[in-house]
């Protein structure tokens, strides 16, 4: 039962005219769609028209759209008093609250009021298509189609199809989605989706190196911003999204997969939540503190003034980046088989932790230091060292890394560091999201980029640094700590050990 979705009088109904319903009101009616709000609240309706109306005036006044074009999309949007007046529409998206009971109602209504071929869509972020569509006469013109806050900004839309959603849904709400100007993925109907889904890698990864005292949470932030590129710290966007939002999420995504343990919630948000440490909206304390909207400043370790020995870097692990730093910083390069007796010595490994890498090269701990030299050594250093490691040798690590005014991150002892072991985190739960077959790999990495702004998506990223490296990454962690949250998706270790790309599709 196609559905002609360029249409000139194409009418869509939207159902719930918070945040997101008006978001989506909005770019439909700049697409040249009459759009019909309706809210079972009697005032909600009339304010989300007036809202968008401004919306679109502020940006004819910015220039970002001609005023004549901002005018006619007002002229688009209509009120529905009563949801019988949604008749006429092809297509309706509820945005109402994430309440099963509440969603099947609606939808059991609206099926009384409008055509046979009306699509009837679903913009819920965390409950399944399918469960909503059951009690339906139809469920199979009821799909899913989530977008995100703020939607004229945020242009990815996942498409969703339930177990009885019918394949020309889908297809014609692709469509829409590319008329309003927004970037479709297809996904299948599995807890989290496509991006928070895929996003469980970052947050839950941060907490577990906060939780094991691998560093404060603010070097966290600055290691995963600089080394790995991040546009914010998970402990920033913490306090962005507050944690009355993301830690329900957690547990949420982690409950409906039955405690798979790639998934597993920290107590560190339980307890900060009970605490009321939500982030800005609780108004200046979340894991920062707040004064005036800014974050307040976080401490900065200061570069030791220390005399640096005569430096020996293991020949083992990323050996050459290491090496070639040490020397344009200028060190003394001892270039024995063996570390003389008073060198300071510089692992570089991948996966291990200090430890494991300096029992590795037979060479004394207490002269150690680890360098994390993955995601190169331009913006931040980052440093580890091993629980025996004398402060001597640490500081002179410390003092020879900063000497070109580079920050330096110094940390405790983790497998991984902290950017190896996020960023392996993030491309493992990304792998086996393909290999459920939830999405393809092009539209993963799509959907991320789009929709979380990482460097990279996923896949991506993991060939960027190299399927066979992330593997090493996770095995070292899981050789580490035995949790099973580390275990390597079989489309990483499968490609790894053919030398596919990530991205390479099943035949």
């Not at 409008?114 to 679903?122: G, K, N, P, Q, S």
């Not at 799909?143 to 199809?161: D, I, R, S, T």
């Not at 792998?431 to 539209?443: F, G």
Request: glycine fraction near 8%; hydrophobic fraction near 45%.
């Amino acid at each position: 039962m196609p559905l002609d979705i360029e249409r000139s009088d194409l009418a869509l109904g939207i159902v719930g005219t918070g945040v997101m319903g008006r978001g989506i009101a909005q770019i439909a009616a700049q697409a040249g769609i009459r759009v019909v709000l309706y809210d079972t609240r009697s005032d909600a309706a009339p304010a989300a028209k007036e809202y968008v109306t401004g919306a679109l005036a502020r940006l004819a006044e910015r220039g970002r759209i001609p005023g004549d074009a901002a005018a006619a999309a007002a002229q688009r949007l209509d009120i529905a008093n009563v949801l019988t007046h949604l008749s006429s529409c092809r297509v309706v998206i509820e945005a109402i609250v994430e309440n099963l009971a509440a969603k099947r109602e609606l939808f059991q209504h609206l099926e009384a009021v409008v055509a046979e071929d009306c699509v009837l869509a679903t913009n819920t972020s965390s409950l399944q298509v399918t469960a909503i569509a059951a009690p339906c006469k139809r469920p199979d013109r009821v799909a899913g189609f989530h977008f995100f806050n703020p939607v004229p900004l945020m242009k990815v839309v996942e498409v969703v199809g339930g177990a009885l959603t019918a394949p020309w849904v889908c297809e014609a709400l692709v469509a829409l989605a590319r008329r309003c100007g927004h970037t479709p993925v297809r996904a299948q109907d599995t807890p989290g989706f496509i991006v928070n889904h895929a996003g469980r890698g970052f947050g839950t990864e941060a907490l577990a190196c906060l939780r094991e005292g691998v560093a404060e949470f603010f070097e966290i932030d600055r290691i995963l911003r600089d080394c790995a590129g991040f546009r914010m710290g998970p402990f920033e966007l913490f306090d962005l999204t507050g944690l009355d939002v993301s830690h329900p999420v957690m547990e949420s995504i982690y409950d409906q997969y039955y405690q798979e343990p790639r998934y597993r919630p920290s107590p560190l948000t339980a307890q900060r939540l009970v605490a009321g440490l939500l982030g800005r909206k609780s108004g200046n304390r979340g894991f920062y503190e707040y004064a005036d909207g800014a974050a307040k400043p976080m401490p900065v370790a200061a570069a030791p003034s220390v005399p640096v020995p005569k430096v020996w870097v293991a020949r083992h692990g990323l050996h050459d980046a290491v090496a070639k730093t040490v020397s344009k910083l200028g060190a003394t390069i001892d270039g024995g088989d063996r570390p003389g007796p008073d060198a300071l010595i510089l692992v570089a490994p991948l996966g291990q932790d200090a430890t494991t890498a300096a029992l590795a090269a037979d060479v004394d701990p207490t002269r150690t230091v680890a360098v994390d030299a993955l995601f190169g050594l331009a913006k931040r250093r980052t440093l580890m060292t091993t629980p025996a490691t004398a402060t001597a040798m640490r500081d002179a690590a410390h003092a020879l890394f900063a000497r070109d005014g580079v920050p330096v991150s110094v940390i405790r002892d983790s497998p991984g560091f902290v950017a190896q072991r996020v960023v392996a985190h993030v491309v493992n739960i990304g792998c086996d999201i393909v290999q459920q077959r939830i999405c393809s790999p092009q539209d993963l990495d799509l959907a991320v980029t789009l929709g979380l702004g990482y460097p990279q998506g996923p896949l991506a990223w993991g060939d960027a640094i190299g399927a066979a490296r992330v593997a090493a990454i996770l095995d070292g962690l899981l050789r580490a700590s035995g949790d099973p949250r580390y275990r390597a998706s079989p489309w990483l270790r499968r490609r790894a050990g053919l030398g596919l790309s990530l991205l390479h599709p099943e035949n």
